[in-house]
């Protein structure tokens, strides 16, 4: 079974072709551009700006994903109605219309692509309805049935396929009840699994995400946008420096006796704690490494919280942060000395960020569990909010 699947939900913009083939996954193509380079003067990511990025790459993304599967193939396609189909995309999509209309002129329907899937939500939802309207394009001219996905179950999804080789993967038996630690620049959760394609949110953040918080602390000190790789990167040479304290932190919520998170707090004490100060390159050093381990620790205990409350069997972290390797070292710390029983599953680097493997794997995944067999549908909408 073959899937295309899209991902334009915050400012990466991703397309890809994956195999399924029983519990393996072969990623036959592959395209991502991130416009990290274009938000990083606002330090953040800017709605409108993002979904121009878009539109304008969407195509040569497309493009390039199935020409990396063999599937990108000239011919003389006879398409009558085209004008018609691309019809939804005049008033707000002129973008992709104008790139739509040649490609589909040009290149002929790729053999043996069964579905199409695309993120839905949560997101910047301008962001979101280009991938959307993308792939009603797709569906439609190419008549090929679209699913929606969750950008957030992608991100569990992520951590169920293990990768075997460069573009394989396979998956991973779970034992439940299962947990994920979802962490990134959007959200933070914490979401309980008893059987597959069953979703419990049993905790969230109630302001800024944790990688958000990263972004907010490294702008803080003068850092570029993504904070998350600077400041880890920094909190990793001030302790092997051994540096000086240079800020004692709060870990906010740590015994609120719930599974909820708070991280605009520690923002706003490094703001504090820094404001008319000249910091020195080791200062800056020295605040990112409290910063991380204060994150870290509320994010580890209130997991282990989690592990003990549910009985969970299996852990399952993915996000941006989840590349964080404090948080990685602290984890498997955790789980190795006190609960053996827990097989704790990260996904590999590239996966950890967003990107468009993820949605067909999720996708693929909710086939194999044959649950999604009813829902494919051209009437899609996005949702900013979309939730488990
Ligand atoms: O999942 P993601 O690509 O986008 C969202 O869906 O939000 O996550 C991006 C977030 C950013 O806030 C970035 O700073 C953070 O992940 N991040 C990290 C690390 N790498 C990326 N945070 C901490 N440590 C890292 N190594
Ligand atoms: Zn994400």
New binding site residues.
Partial sequence: MKILSIET????TAVSVLEGNEHTITVLGNALASQIELHAQYGGVFPALAKRAHAEKFVLLLKEALSESGMLIEGNADLPDLKEQLEFLNEKETTLKEHFLPFFSQYQKPAGVDYIAVTSGP?LEPALWVGINAAKALSTVWDIPLFPIN?MEG?VVSAVFQQKNENKFSLHELSYPVLALL?????TELVVSDEPLQYKKIGQTRDD???????KV?RILGLP?????????FAKESREQNLEKFIELPRPMLHSGDYDFSFSGLKTAVLYATQKKELSENDKKSIAQEF?EAAVEVLVSKTAKAIEEFNVQTLLV??????????RAELTRAIKEQYPQVTLLFPTKDL????SVMIGMTLYYQLLHEKNKKTASNILKADGNLSF
């Fill in positions: 939900s915050c400012d990466e997101g950008h991100h962490v990134s620049g959007g959200h995400a944790v990688g958000e918080a990263f972004d490294a946008y993504p904070g998350g790789p600077k400041i880890s990167a991380e993915g996000g941006g942060v989840a590349n964080n390797e404090w948080l950890t960020t967003d990107n």
